[in-house]
């Protein structure tokens, strides 16, 4: 029977997954305040006028945040850090946020969403390896059978590392929401099956062993 996810860190080669906490907000703010983010397609929300700006973001879209239902609502939000740098300090270098959400555990689904990245670290082996870690707590640990990554259509870059995972692009869901700043959103819906997984896993293993 598919379960909740629990909110466990989960723990790789090169990065850390960890429950969002306010001791983390100022590091993601530091990250949202990057122009080049928002110039790169990462348009859902708002870029921030300043630092403090910034933190008022990285709250919304981290904290408070109701736990996963399994009827498809709420979501576990993560900070991703860098192992390799975690003996310096309690905590490695922040990278960056992703989340599992919208469980519904009679469909036996998922989703892998709300992620942003440092720029810094785009082409490294931190998406494929965080992506590897909840992938692998989804289907083998959660037991869901199917995990959903979409993004947005203007967002051509993150489609395109969403394609390099394995997940197979389902299509365009028309003005499937809006954007923050008020205008309509197409999207780009991928998803990766149980049946895949196996697959799926092999390439991630192989892309992150490289690096």
Same mark, same amino acid.
């Given at each position: 029977?598919?379960?909740?996810? !629990? ?21 993601? %703010?530091?990250?949202?305040?990057? $122009?080049? /983010?928002?110039? %790169? ?12 700006? =910034? ?7 981290? /904290?408070?945040?109701? $736990? ?6 709420? &979501? ?35 989703? *892998? ?24 707590? =989804? ?18 870059? !993150?489609?395109? =590392? *969403? %394609?390099?995972?394995?997940?197979? &692009?389902?299509?365009?869901? &028309? ?15 991928? !998803? ?20």
């Amino acid at each position: 029977m598919p379960i909740l996810p !629990s909110g466990v860190p989960l723990v790789g080669r090169h990065v850390r997954l960890d429950p969002f906490v306010e001791a983390d907000v100022d590091d993601l %703010a530091e990250i949202l305040t990057d $122009p080049a /983010l928002y110039g %790169a397609g990462y348009v859902i929300h708002r870029q921030p006028a300043d630092l403090d700006d =910034a933190q008022v973001l990285a709250r919304q879209r981290c /904290l408070g945040i109701e $736990p996963p239902n399994g009827k498809g609502a709420g &979501r576990v939000c993560y900070a991703i850090r860098l192992v390799a740098d975690s003996d310096l300090g309690e905590k490695g270098t922040l990278v960056g946020t992703t989340s599992y959400g919208d469980v519904d555990l009679v469909k036996q689904s998922g989703h *892998i969403g709300w992620t942003i990245y440092g720029t810094q670290w785009w082409g490294t082996a931190v998406n494929p390896e965080a992506k590897l870690l909840l992938l692998t707590e =989804a289907f083998e640990t959660l037991g869901h059978g199917r995990v959903k990554i979409q993004t947005d259509v203007l967002n051509t870059r !993150s489609q395109a =590392a *969403i %394609a390099k995972l394995g997940a197979t &692009r389902e299509g365009v869901l &028309r003005r499937e929401t809006v954007r923050e700043d008020g205008s309509p959103r197409d999207t780009v819906v991928f !998803s990766v099956i149980i049946d895949e997984w196996p697959g799926v896993k092999a390439g991630l293993v192989g892309r992150v062993g490289r690096q």
